[in-house]
């Protein structure tokens, strides 16, 4: 375990806070699990966390407390399904197609990975055939940002 235990240290956070810090702990737990956290899954994580420019030091902060927790990426995505419980399903999808992005940033998606994307969902009680639920997910919370990306172009 840790020297300090992350929930502990934000539970005085507001509800939506701490579910944001639990994502971020998530996706720093995911990019260490094929031993490099890279340049381009810094900045993807960035991209998909709305944040305001003075706030990107304290959303490096709490990645790079994720990324040293000793803790497996089971037990935050344990704490993160004790907080939301069964009431927001689709925000649980979402956490999930974030790791998917995530691990697909970098342009290689290792077994490790897909190991901790495959926990993570099974934790969240999300039941679906991988190719199944990837294809749905991506393209419920993806498919508006690529369309006004090619729109842009």
Known sequence: MSEINLWDKYRNESKQTICIIGVLILSSKL???DGHFSLDEEEEILKIIPHEPQQKRILMRILEEGAKDLNPISFHAQKIKN????DQPDF???IVAVLYRLAHSDHV????EDMAIREVAKI???TKTNWQFTKETFFKFFKYKFLNTRQNA
Do not use: R
């Open 83 to 86: 907080l939301i419980g069964n």
């Open 92 to 94: 649980l999808e979402f």
């Open 31 to 33: 990019c260490v699990a």
């Open 124 to 126: 969240f009680g999300i």
């Open 109 to 112: 998606y290792h077994d490790e």
